[in-house]
């Protein structure tokens, strides 16, 4: 029963990352390689707060999505002037950049977590303490299993308000025809900064639940293949509404999983998984470019 | 001296990468990332070739055409029929980041995830003055300025030259008078593979070879030819030189750990202040392709 729950507490953090991509790539129409970036920002920040400065895991998690929601700006000024490939290169420079100053904010004269040496560079943090609540310190699996579906669900009810608003539509008045926004009066640049902050807390709140999970956070969590693993997750199960990018999630689950019950050995599955994950992509984008279960073609 | 040496010689690796991915972005606006998968791929497949007892000039050829069919498989059953259906830059790119992904699949597969190097022996060294060249450094120098030799002459005094530029400059035009497009979409794919393919050897013979190495160096030839100028192919080269004399001039001043952060931050201040690049044309927004 507790890998049925561990596999429920994965599959919930990673529906939060899947639905924040989601706004970015299915409401705005811009594709994204540094969503990892304000992933591990979020784990960072909410583990440093928890291990240094002794806060809650709330808190601690809200420093995260602080930070994050700030950090965006990074991505949402520039989306004001580029678009396609050239923003997808935008992407490219924040992922790398951010991934540098965790890899090499380090000292190893200073002790871990001063302003020498925030980061532990690649040695990452170890011991991350797992969240208490009321009281309880959650340190069995059902525990957290339940604190990651209450984010997940809190988490879906935000992505699921903000599509369903008038807000939601504007993103995607502006994803089809950013011309045509414009000139109906609406401020689309207050709008992407707006959707690319919530999107980024979104995946700092997945970061913190993930370093309090597995106890251990290192800069490999902001690498360019993580980033193209939670795109993965998004373009399979599709963008532009609610159910594609949950139906991704599970279906990338679920490929190691079958693989583990073909008997397929641990040293090939790891491949034939990557294998998967690129044919399902590539045949998707012939066969069905809105995904599975998805809403807006990518063109 | 040595710093601007080491830079050049990195810068004209960058350079060959540069062009063999601008060969297929100019004329067609695919974001050809599968590219990355051959670069991985190419050193492996000389390896195994070399440990089967094979000539070395024949296990290269046999490397390097493996690369270029590689990619034209990529257009033939991909990127064209993409094409045809009306699909946009950002299908293409998501098409060819799952080739890439097979393709890195396959080699881990087939090859295992670890370090690998082509000459188990010790560099020889040659000194001029006060500078030092290895002999991967000499066989990376001489192949990359062969290779954009050769690509440059062909492109400026040859009728597919001729038909390639006026591609890469209006591809609609180019269709319009009845040109042969998907022949020469055809020809650029299989260019680009196999000039990656000699990149990948070239950088395998020099640094050695592991499966991550494709992905980060074709990011780097993505820079280099923004930099450059990407609607120009001289504009790719010119980059990648200065690129790699930015990234050497990093390890010197600042530590290596930093190349990567000052590479791209560089990316951004052009891609801010200076988005044709160096050899960039200004255009007019009706021109524009």
């Keep these: 029963m507790n890998y049925e729950l561990h596999l429920l507490v994965y599959f919930a953090i990673y529906v939060i990352v899947a639905l924040s991509l989601n706004i970015v790539v299915g409401y705005c129409g811009l594709i994204t390689l540094s969503h990892a970036s304000y992933f591990a920002i979020g784990a960072y920040a909410c583990s440093l707060a928890m291990l ?32 396609g490939d050239q923003f997808v290169l935008v992407s490219l420079v924040v992922q790398v950049v951010i991934l540098s100053l965790l890899n090499n904010w380090t000292n190893p004269r200073f002790e871990f977590g001063t302003l020498q040496n925030l980061t532990n560079g690649s040695f990452g943090i170890v011991g991350i303490p797992r969240p208490s609540l009321f009281g309880t310190t959650l340190d069995t699996i059902p525990s957290m299993a339940i604190l990651a ?14 599509k369903a608003s008038p807000w939601g539509r504007l993103l995607k008045c502006i994803r089809d025809d950013e011309l045509a926004a414009r000139g109906l009066g609406k401020n689309v640049r207050m709008a992407k900064v707006q959707a690319l902050a919530i999107a980024c807390g979104m995946a700092a709140v997945a970061g913190a639940l993930y370093a309090t999970y597995v106890g251990y956070i290192d800069p490999s969590a902001a ?39 073909a008997h397929v050995p ?16 590539i045949t998707l984008m012939h066969v069905r470019p809105q995904g599975l279960a998805g809403e807006y073609r990518i063109r | 001296m040595q710093v601007l040496l080491n830079g050049s010689i990195d810068g004209l690796a960058i350079a060959t990468l540069a062009l063999a991915w601008n060969v297929v972005y100019l004329p067609t606006r695919v974001f050809h990332i599968a590219v990355a998968g051959i670069y991985t791929l190419a050193p492996y497949l000389l390896w195994t070739c070399l440990h089967n007892h094979i000539a070395l000039p024949i296990a290269v050829v046999l490397a390097c055409s493996t690369g270029g069919i590689l990619s034209l498989a990529c257009e033939a059953a991909n990127h064209w029929r993409l094409e045809r259906r009306g699909a946009e830059a950002s299908a293409h790119l998501v098409a060819s980041l799952g080739l890439y992904i097979v393709l890195s699949g396959i080699t881990a597969l087939s090859w295992g995830t670890e370090t690998r190097v082509l000459r188990p022996e010790v560099d020889r060294v040659i000194h001029i003055q006060s500078m030092v060249l290895t002999q991967g450094q000499i066989t990376s120098i001489t192949v990359s300025l062969a290779v954009i030799s050769v690509f440059v002459t062909w492109l400026k005094f040859s009728n597919n030259g001729l038909r390639f530029r006026a591609l890469a400059e209006n591809p609609v035009e180019f269709a319009l008078r009845g040109f042969n497009v998907r022949g020469m979409r055809l020809l650029a794919f299989a260019l680009s593979g196999t000039i990656t393919a000699v990149c990948g050897l070239v950088g395998a013979n020099y640094n050695g070879f592991d499966l991550n190495g494709g992905l980060s160096i074709l990011l780097l030839a993505v820079v280099a030819s923004t930099i450059g100028g990407r609607l120009s192919f001289s504009g790719a080269a010119w980059g990648g030189l200065l690129l790699g004399i930015v990234r050497a001039g990093t390890v ?18 052009f891609l801010l202040f200076m988005p044709n690049g160096l050899l960039g044309r200004d255009k007019r927004l009706e021109a524009a392709p």
């Design chain 1, 52 to 83: 240094k400065l002794h806060w809650a895991f709330f808190p601690a998690t809200l420093l995260g999505v602080s930070i994050s929601a700030v950090l965006s700006l990074a991505l949402s000024i520039p989306s004001w002037r580029f678009k």
């Design chain 1, 149 to 162: 579906v209450t984010l997940m669900l809190g988490c879906g009810l935000l992505a699921f308000l903000l």
């Design chain 1, 223 to 261: 690498g360019i293949d993580q980033s193209i693993l939670m795109l993965c997750y998004v373009i399979v199960g599709g963008v532009g509404n609610f159910r594609g990018p949950i139906v991704g999630v599970f279906v990338l689950l679920a490929i190691p999983e079958a693989l583990r019950f």
């Design chain 1, 266 to 281: 641990d040293a090939s599955a790891a491949n034939l998984q990557l294998i998967a994950y690129g044919a399902l992509l």
């Design chain 2, 252 to 269: 010197w001043f600042l530590g290596a750990r930093w190349q990567e952060a000052v590479t791209f931050t560089l990316l951004m201040v």
